[in-house]
């Protein structure tokens, strides 16, 4: 037993020599204002930070077990030679912010000495191609390389021939135009290569089989073509974004490609598909045959056939029509994002097939997610909006559609320009808002099953009562702010399943209590013209609520039963230090008005109030007056009110704790 226990001790990391402390093994030296190593280490350390500190340079370390050292964000201009000889276990190396831009013959000697290491940080030294060449010398189990931000501008073959098992490479932020061919083809275990943030121009000849996740993300690219080959490729992620792309990019033909992110580029600039399409081929034909060839074969549309792309970011870009073949051939897009585009009218037109005169039916039959906010969207054909079968989310936001009357049938008349939203049965969630809709119509939503409404900031929209009537069950989130309705134009049905109500920004006097019945537990009424709340809606809400905004509305502080209510009850007001009240002689903070009500209105108008006020009139000034007394006595109001008045100089005193 008692060696086990010395054994457990001594492993401890707070071990007591002559009953001083020594540094705990994982102890960390970050942020000292050290100048330079501290010489008490302990031999036993097997990672070392001394991030953050002004360190220039390095000698010897005597720290056999050494596995990691962090020296990032330094001054290290010298690196002597010796350094890792007695660094036998160092795999991680994190050099990042420092100035080893310097002295490269003596900190590039230093550098080769190891070759054990996994993982090098060399990010921030303002290294060129050379500095960067010399580095990584003899390091062939490196599996990790970061050299972010930088100064490189040409990437060749000899570049990283020493390091043959690389699998992440980072060289993002540098300036990068140039890379060999045959610089990346011969690592074979990469799998995340991110060259983001340099100046690439052109992708012409895309051939690394072995990448699963490639950036490319903000450089000045043009177009991405690979040449066709029957080899599988690994690459799932790929990220354009950010470039200056006017095509679609020709991927590998046999890809797992799940990822593609093409927002913020120039796609689509052209005004339609099939001329789209036409004009990435020929520039194909162009890069791989050096001829152009017509009628070749569409490689585009053969290649994206075979893409289990998933999700496509093509936000931002300059689309003027919908690219419906080409993206309805993605049969497992899940998710689509092509807001920010300019595509006014979805038209369904479809090339027929060539054997029969009919339009082809064609789905977007994995599609749940399709974001088409801010295009300046007028029309959408009903034939588009029967092909996404499985969608569930449809933003629409900031649009001009208009949804369809129920006598209006776009499908009978393609001439109308509005919208049905009715028979998309998988549709959950749909986002109106912005759209300037003018009147939301009576069974807008016919079988949909929707969970989830935004119809905020359509400023003059007028709500049909019945609009809501076929999502009234399963409606959990309704959003209907900024729209300049009052009271009386919000009319709710029953909604056994709401739990998230945004009524801000309004001119609403009356929440409607057709919502006590349901279990909401956040609500925004901020900025209406609210003066009070039904205190028996809010016994009724509160077993749910869990978080109200208040700020904005016209609260009378002496009928604010409902506010002592939500108060005792420990519902969530965040925004009650913005609220205020108001009393007959000024506004107040409803944070002050809490803390000690009877400050600011001792007695309530209601009725039962009064009669508890004046009881205590009589009993006080019962010697005054005895027709206050019998008018009291016999709980006459009037004759009470009328009494005081008559003898107003007697109570005036106390007339200021009136709030009637
Ligand atoms: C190196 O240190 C920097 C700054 O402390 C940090 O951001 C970076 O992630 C580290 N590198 C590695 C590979 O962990
Ligand atoms: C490469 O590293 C090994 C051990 O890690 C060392 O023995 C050898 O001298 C190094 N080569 C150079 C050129 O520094
Ligand atoms: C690609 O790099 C950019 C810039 O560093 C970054 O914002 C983006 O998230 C990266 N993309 C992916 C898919 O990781
Ligand atoms: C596009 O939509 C997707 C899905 O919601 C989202 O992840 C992505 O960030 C959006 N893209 C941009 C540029 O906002
Ligand atoms: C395609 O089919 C539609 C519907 O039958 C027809 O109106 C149209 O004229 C056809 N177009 C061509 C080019 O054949
Ligand atoms: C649609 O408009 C066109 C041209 O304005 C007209 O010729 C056509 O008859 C209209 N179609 C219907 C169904 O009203
Ligand atoms: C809101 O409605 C009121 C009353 O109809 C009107 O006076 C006011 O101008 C409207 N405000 C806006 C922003 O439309
Ligand atoms: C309610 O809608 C307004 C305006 O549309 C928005 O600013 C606010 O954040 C929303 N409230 C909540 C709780 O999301
Ligand atoms: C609150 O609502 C209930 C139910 O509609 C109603 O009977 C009651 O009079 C309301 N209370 C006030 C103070 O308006
Ligand atoms: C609160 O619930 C009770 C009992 O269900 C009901 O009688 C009352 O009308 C409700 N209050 C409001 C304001 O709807």
Redesign the pocket.
């Known amino acids: 037993m008692l060696p086990s226990l010395l054994l457990l001790w001594s492993l401890n990391q707070e071990i007591y020599i002559n009953g001083l402390p020594c540094h705990d093994p994982k102890r960390s030296w970050s942020n000292q204002n050290l100048y330079s190593v501290p010489l008490d280490l302990d031999v036993r350390l097997r990672r070392l930070d001394l991030s953050n500190n002004f360190i220039r340079q390095l000698h010897t370390l005597g720290l056999p077990y050494l596995e990691q050292l962090d020296l990032s964000s330094n001054q290290l201009d010298l690196i002597s030679e010796g350094v890792f000889e007695n660094l036998a276990r160092l795999e991680e190396l994190n050099l990042s912010r420092n100035a080893l831009n310097n002295n490269l013959g003596r900190n590039s000697k230093a550098l080769q000495s190891i070759s054990r290491l996994k993982s090098l940080d060399i990010s921030m030294n303002r290294l060129n191609d050379e500095a960067v060449e010399l580095y990584l010398r003899n390091k062939s189990s490196l599996d990790q390389l970061k050299m972010t931000g930088n100064a490189l501008t040409r990437l060749s073959r000899s570049m990283f021939k020493d390091n043959n098992n690389l699998r992440t490479i980072s060289i993002d932020n540098n300036l990068i135009s140039v890379i060999e061919q045959g610089t990346f083809e011969s690592l074979s275990r990469l799998e995340v290569l991110n060259l983001a943030k340099n100046n690439l121009a052109h992708i012409c000849d895309f051939k690394l089989h072995q990448v699963e996740h490639l950036n490319l993300s903000r450089n000045s690219i043009e177009f991405f073509v690979t040449h066709e080959d029957e080899r599988l490729y690994r690459l799932e992620i790929l990220d354009l974004s950010f470039n200056k792309l006017l095509y679609f990019p020709i991927v590998p033909k046999l890809n797992r490609l799940r990822y593609l992110h093409l927002q913020n580029n120039m796609v689509g600039a052209l005004t339609s598909e099939a001329e789209m399409v036409s004009e990435a081929n020929s520039l194909y034909d162009e890069i791989v045959h050096q001829d152009y060839i017509p009628f070749a074969k569409n490689n585009l549309h053969s290649t994206w056939r075979l893409m289990p792309l998933t999700y496509i970011d093509l936000s931002y870009n300059h689309f003027r029509t919908f690219p419906l073949e080409t993206l309805s051939l993605l049969s497992s897009l899940e998710i689509l994002n092509f807001s920010h585009n300019c595509v006014q009218n979805i038209v369904w037109n479809i090339r027929n097939d060539s054997e029969s005169r009919f339009n082809r039916q064609i789905f977007f039959s994995s599609l749940k997610y399709l974001s088409l906010q801010a295009n300046g969207l007028t029309h959408i054909s009903p034939l588009f909006l029967k092909a996404l079968t499985q969608i569930e989310t449809l933003n629409l936001q900031g649009n001009s559609l208009q949804p369809c009357a129920p006598a209006e049938h776009p499908i009978l008349n393609p001439n109308i320009s509005c919208v049905t939203f009715g028979n998309l049965r998988s549709l959950k969630h749909l986002n109106l808002r912005e759209n300037n809709i003018q009147k939301l119509h009576v069974n807008m939503f016919q079988k949909t099953s929707l969970v989830s409404l935004n119809l905020a900031k359509n400023a003059h929209m007028v709500m049909h009562a019945g609009a809501l009537e076929e999502v009234q069950g399963t409606l959990q989130s309704l959003t209907i702010s900024e729209i300049n309705m009052s009271g009386s134009d919000l009319s709710l049905p029953r909604m056994p399943a709401l739990t998230h109500l945004n009524i801000s920004n309004n001119r609403i006097d009356t929440i409607p209590?057709s919502l006590?019945?349901s279990p909401l537990t956040e609500i925004d009424i901020r900025n209406n013209i609210l003066g009070s709340l039904?205190h028996?809606?809010i016994?009724?809400l509160s077993g749910h609520l869990q978080i109200m905004y208040i700020s904005g509305n016209n609260f009378n502080c002496c009928d604010s039963r409902w506010l002592t209510t939500l108060n005792e009850l420990k519902i969530k007001l965040p925004d009650i230090s913005n609220a205020e009240c108001y009393t007959s002689e000024n506004n107040i903070l409803l944070t002050d008005y809490l803390e000690n009500p009877l400050n600011y209105c001792l007695f309530h108008t209601n009725l039962e109030q009064i009669y508890i006020n004046y009881a205590i009139f009589y009993t006080i000034y019962n010697k005054y007056t005895e027709t206050i007394k019998a008018a009291v006595l016999n709980m006459n109001v009037l004759l009470v009110l009328t009494a005081v008045y008559k003898y107003k100089t007697l109570f005036l005193p106390l007339m200021k704790w009136f709030c009637v």
Do not use: K
């Open positions: 209590n006590s019945c039904n028996s809606l016994l009724n």
